[in-house]
């Protein structure tokens, strides 16, 4: 997913997997020396944060518990 280490929601994402958010397919779209939206997160048409990058290619904005995840992707609980 991509997000902002600024970005509550996308700190409580995380927290929602606990040990297993080192797995997650993170990537920070926060430049930390400019503060702005990095290169590929603008290429990448990233507007809000949390934002999930589904199978399908689409894109979803906002916290999603396990449940919502599963629905989205594709992939049982």
Known sequence: ???????????????????AAQYLPY???????TG?????CQAAGITGFPTWELPTGEKSSGFK???????LSGCPL
């Open 36 to 40: 702005q939206l990095t290169s590929e």
């Open 27 to 33: 990537i920070e779209c926060s430049d930390k020396e």
């Open 65 to 71: 518990s396990f449940q919502q995840l599963a629905e």
């Open 1 to 19: 997913f991509y997000g902002a280490y600024w970005c509550g929601w996308c700190n409580k994402q995380k927290e929602l997997f606990g040990e």
